[in-house]
DNA sequence: AGTTCCGATTGATTCAAATCAAATGACGGG
DNA sequence: CCCGTCATTTGATTTGAATCAATCGGAACT
């Protein structure tokens, strides 16, 4: 069995001990509260490439990632795919009122989800502010983290795209799993392309020109941010 | 005086009587809570280009746009402008919880906004779901907007850009004043290139080819929609 | 009416990234 | 160990949009 590059360990199969149960939207909850919402919750397992859901599929669900990378993204008609975010253990998606999720997810590797049937988990969020302004937090949290995006994707040349990429992502990831200048990296140049808006050819490009100028090593499955101080400057700048 | 193009009448200075009551954040509270609402807003005017707040402030408050438009954007250290949204009635504006904005907000001609101090805000909103459930709406509906202008910034053509901003401008204009294919453009040309992440000269060529090929008119202060078919074509493909 | 000012348009040229096209490298199976 | 597959890298060329550079046009002044 291949182990994944993000793993995060859990033990059981309660909420209790749940890796994510510290800083995931189930933070929020009381014990008693927490007993209730775990009879809502379902773990389920994604293969690598599986579909978790479609941009056209009816929201029937909610998901708390537990183990393992997704990624989310929305294709035009004609093919062309904008990745809209990778989720991370811990990261709550698909919390919509919409109708339709309007954007896609599929695993990145193997993938441990807990998954909330839409209406329960309605009724149950119905009046809990506490649950509810911790899901506020989450979505604003989000829109923040989206809206940088779109500064990076209308503003910012290839190589400002690449560093700001591998930063913030390795960011992401000393968060869950403390410091470290190796960034393993899950997904695929075309994913990290479809994510910058750039061809995979520019991707790898840049990957090059990176190394060369000393940044970064390119590694197997990753990089090393080997002048992070230089990385974070393109990715500020 | 001149006349905002995209005006909302409001005779009185209650929340009873506002013009936005119906559909913004305050559409979720009921009689009792609108009247202890009512002492924690106030309403101010800022003139045509007056920030409201900016991107390193620190947030003290938040809006409900009353009248007028805005834009909402990010600098880079260089000056690199990217525009995130554009605001009309009814739109909340500056919920977080972080601490400072993050991106600046000033207004396109005169606007009016109704303004609540961020911490009794917090007290209020505190312990109602329903107001709480509906920040959420609004900001998963922000949020689903967002994910939608990535795909536009990071995998569309400059013609398929402009003629998404136009429809979809169109679209939430016929939401606020009603059905019609004359588009007013309060904003300029600069902020239509920072919005869609192009130079106002490709801007402008692209307005150009777009009329050339019978898809709009140009006026002044906005375009005619002449072939919203083929417009809203170009927006989905 | 003429002048100034500023935003918008148009034109010429350049350039960063896309496209087209191989070559290389890593991995799994026979 | 060799082969086929597929992802990635590298190279050559094209191209869409950016940049540089005038002009145009409308509104607000005298």
Known sequence: ??????????????????????FSVCASLDQFEMREFE??????????????F????????????????????????????????????????????EERHGFSA???????????AKLPFGRFAHDKPNLLRRMNELAVQELNQARDHMVLLGRRSAEEK?????????????????????????????????????TIETVSRTFTKLERDGIITILPGGVSLRDSARAEALAAA
Chains 1, 2 share one sequence.
């Open 54 to 97: 479609s941009q056209e599929d009816i929201t029937s669900c909610f998901y708390n990632l537990l183990d393992g990378v997704m990624r989310l993204y929305k294709l035009l008609p004609d093919g062309r795919r904008q990745i809209v975010g990778f989720v991370l253990p811990g990261d709550f998606v698909g919390m919509t009122t």
């Open 162 to 198: 690449v560093a700001t990429f591998l930063v913030s992502w390795r960011d992401r990831l000393v968060d869950l799993r403390g410091p470290s200048n190796i960034v393993p990296l899950p997904m695929s140049r075309q994913d990290i392309a479809d994510y910058l808006g750039l």
């Open 106 to 116: 599929d695993a990145i590797g193997p993938v441990t989800v807990c998954q909330f």
């Open 1 to 22: 069995m291949k182990t994944s590059l993000v793993a995060v360990d859990f033990h059981g199969q309660g909420c209790s001990e749940c890796a994510v149960r510290g």
């Open 39 to 52: 009879q809502l919750s379902r773990r389920s397992h994604f293969a690598s490439c599986e579909t978790v």
